[in-house]
């Protein structure tokens, strides 16, 4: 199960720098253009990220021909427990798969998103829909893509601000193998896990309140 990731605030706070400079980096051109280099986190912001750790359920619909269908996500929430950017990768038994992403909004809707996998060309992805939330994007997932997944060391999921920048978010990768080849969590542990993400959100989030409140005189 995923969360909802991201909201309207947390979006224009990451264009403007404001939520501790996470890793909007301004470019001068967009997708349709010239391509520019993987964007790379700036120094010292993935330690004020906070990620859901790579979860693996399974689901099997309640009709006679229903598939059984896997999902590995993982979600990315800025130190402030602001919701950013989230991955899943879906695959239904005996269908093809697909690699879901889903950004906070604002994004301009037309150069769509991208992912890259540590050095590797960049993929672009159009989004499929936006909603309250945030807007998804997804592909199918060809077995080069999620061997790349399992050895990489990260996947960067981009889009672009309606101020023609460029957001690079970063999943780490550690742990997508095993967790995506393994068992899949039961219930309980779903909830368990579940239940440890929203207490440390809450924790960090009444954190970064404390550091903004003027100091008492």
Known sequence: MTANFGSATAWRLLITGAASGLLTIAASVAFGQQPPAPIQPTAGAQEQLYYSPWLKQCFKGQEA??????????????????ALASGVLVEPEGDKKILRITVPEPV???????????????????FSTCYR????????????????MKSGQTLFVQ???L???????????????KVNEGAPADAKAVQDQMKKVQTE??????????????APR
Do not use: H, W, Y
């Open 108 to 126: 301009a809707l037309s150069p769509g998103a991208r992912i890259v996998v540590d050095q590797d060309p960049p993929i672009a992805i159009p």
């Open 65 to 82: 021909n229903a598939r059984l269908v896997c999902t590995t996500s993982r979600g990315s929430f800025a130190d402030s427990g602001m």
């Open 133 to 148: 939330n945030g807007c998804l994007a997804e592909i199918d997932a060809s077995p080069e893509l999620i061997a790349r």
């Open 163 to 177: 101020t023609n920048q460029v957001l690079s978010l970063p999943l780490p990768l550690a742990d997508f193998k």
């Open 201 to 214: 959100l809450q924790k960090r989030t009444q954190i970064a309140q404390q550091k903004t409140q003027p």
């Open 159 to 161: 889009a672009v601000a």
